[in-house]
């Protein structure tokens, strides 16, 4: 789910902004998964063909 979320959140930058607002308030530790997930999506991106095989 984070791969196809990571995808969307690329195209809908004006949502994911909307979302932030939520998250910061949601918590403090899910901000910090955030800065991972950014980090992550690159390497996701590259590996992404492998990972949906993987992902079956």
């Known amino acids: 789910m ?3 979320l990571g995808l969307m959140v690329t195209n809908i930058d004006p949502n994911y902004s ?3 607002l939520n998250i910061s ?3 403090p530790n899910y901000s910090k998964l955030g ?3 950014s980090n992550v999506g ?3 991106t590259n590996i992404g063909p492998n990972y949906n095989n993987i992902g079956l």
Do not use: A, Q
């Open 2 to 4: 984070v791969t196809n």
């Open 18 to 20: 909307k979302l932030g």
């Open 25 to 27: 308030n949601i918590g």
């Open 35 to 37: 800065l991972k997930v």
């Open 42 to 44: 690159l390497n996701l």
